[in-house]
């Protein structure tokens, strides 16, 4: 499979990138604790990031549970090699969204902008850490590129 500006460059792996709730409101919502940066703009970088790597990104986002739930069960489907997910809330939350990425066996990072273990007690669990391949938190929109890494990189040691 080849993209635009990487003719001559094999696109290897599918990533899905998946953004939970209120991910939509980026840049506007708290951005002295979320940042200034858009989901527009982090998604535009993770882009061009996957076609430096030689992995076609795809971004989704959505505010319902049931959705995320969906998306990570047609990842399966779709031959997705890995899956860089912002559960938001519902990674303290969704048990259906754990269940899901047990039931596909795709290899994910999950991801936080903010520190979750800095912030109140309810947010230092999350539903879906012990079963993904990494965590990264606290770096703001650098935890998707650090991901969007060290999940190409565990891809391509299998």
Not at 36 to 65: D, F, P, Y
Not at 115 to 143: K, Q
């Amino acid at each position: 499979m080849f993209a635009g500006s990487n003719v001559g460059r094999v696109i290897v792996e599918l990533i899905l990138v998946l953004h939970g709730p209120n991910l939509n409101m980026l840049g506007k919502r708290e951005p002295g604790l979320y940042g200034a940066a858009t989901l527009e703009s982090i998604n535009s970088r993770l882009k061009s990031l996957g076609a430096e790597l030689n992995a076609m990104v795809e971004t989704q986002q959505s505010n319902h549970e049931g959705g995320l739930v969906t998306m990570v069960q047609q990842a399966a489907e779709r031959n997705v090699a890995g899956i860089l997910i912002n559960p938001g809330a519902y990674g303290h939350t969704s048990i259906a969204l754990r269940d899901a990425f047990l039931s596909v066996q795709i290899p994910f990072v999950e991801v936080h902008l903010s520190n979750i273990y800095a912030r109140e007690p309810f947010r230092h669990h999350t539903y879906l850490s012990d079963i993904a391949a990494g965590v990264v938190v606290g770096m703001g929109e650098d935890s998707y590129f650090c991901g969007l890494r060290g999940l190409l990189a565990g891809l391509r040691k299998s």
